[in-house]
């Protein structure tokens, strides 16, 4: 049997350069690319075929899943500020979920599965945090370092602590989606591969649980887009609120 | 709030503390071994790193278990 982790391997299949980067067209980008349109095609759907006062099926899904992103997005940011917000996270939301659920058509690529690509994801919100924090409170910023009603001695152990803590968030953020998608598939992938080179008669029960953990990644994949959004939600309102 | 929401924060509660916690020392004896690289001091950095992640961790979790304590008894509050 082959390596399990041989179906995360990413390999070009149109070779592109431009300006000395490799931009190679491979599974992954399309992917990603089908993610987009899908998202993208989906809400574009519901505003061309009229947004009606009287909701088709399609404009339920749509107003009750933006709905959802809109409540969070509100509870944790604050109703002032959550419009500002709103889209960004939404995007999120959808764009995270409809990668996850590509990746469980078989054949296809989890680019959520890729490191890099929740790397980015969680620096570029980390980054856009500072920004909003330092561009809100100015230097006050620096008061999430200390939190409130810590005595004067232990200030200097806090401070390392709190910023240990403040660069563990994108980490965390990235590797939970990272680790929880390539261990699925992996698990997946191993059980699938049992079931394949035992015979008939074992060969059923590592297939009976191929189906069963199939039922439970997917549910991993909503799960998972649910905590980013919501983590990105916290941290966005963390900077803003300061304690 | 009802039943289904409940249910999802739990799971999401759930999900993170795990992470939580390991990413925090990770990061704490990174940033302590890049220290002793730069500074030459093996094994100092690396061992306050990991303890000062250990407890940086140990900050996270006890956080997001006050965010659950504040959040019970806003709802309770709202049932009576």
Redesign the interface.
């Known amino acids: 049997m082959e390596n399990p982790l041989h179906h995360f391997e990413i390999h070009p299949i149109v070779h592109l350069s431009l300006m000395g980067f490799d931009i190679s067209i491979s599974k992954a980008v399309i992917a990603m690319w089908v993610g987009l349109s899908i998202v993208f095609g989906l809400f574009m759907l519901v505003v061309k075929s009229g947004v009606r006062l009287i909701p088709g099926k399609l404009q339920i899904v749509a107003e009750i899943s933006l709905g959802f992103i809109k409540d969070m997005v509100e509870e944790f940011i604050g109703e002032k500020e959550a419009p500002k917000y709103f889209p960004f996270i939404a995007t999120i939301f959808f764009f995270v979920l409809a990668c996850n659920l590509i990746g469980m058509i078989p054949g296809s690529y989890t680019i959520t599965s890729q490191l890099v690509v929740t790397g980015v994801f969680a620096t570029g919100i980390f980054i856009l945090t500072l920004f909003i924090g330092f561009a809100k409170h100015g230097l006050h910023f620096f008061g999430i370092l200390v939190p409130p009603g810590v005595p004067k001695i232990m200030i200097p152990i806090m401070i390392p602590i709190e910023i240990i803590s403040m660069i563990a968030r994108p980490v965390s953020l990235s590797v939970r989606l990272f680790a929880n998608m390539t261990a699925g598939h992996t698990i997946l992938y191993v059980l699938f591969g049992l079931a394949m080179s035992t015979p008939l008669m074992i060969g059923w029960l590592p297939f009976g649980f191929t189906v069963a953990i199939n039922g439970l990644e997917i549910a991993i994949a909503f799960i998972q887009a649910y905590i980013f959004t919501i983590l990105t939600c916290v941290y966005i309102g963390d900077v803003i609120h300061l304690h | 709030m009802n039943k289904g929401s409940e249910f ?1 924060r739990g ?2 509660i759930a ?2 503390l795990g ?2 916690l390991t ?2 020392v ?3 004896a990174v ?1 302590g071994y890049a220290l002793d690289r730069y500074f030459n001091s093996k094994p100092w950095f690396l061992a306050a ?1 990991v303890i ?2 250990g ?3 140990c ?2 979790v006890y956080r997001v278990s006050k965010e659950i304590t504040v959040e019970n008894d806003k709802d309770q509050n709202n049932g009576v």
């Open positions: 999802r799971l999401s999900f993170r992470t939580e990413v925090a990770m990061i704490g940033m790193g000062l992640g407890a940086a961790g900050l996270n």
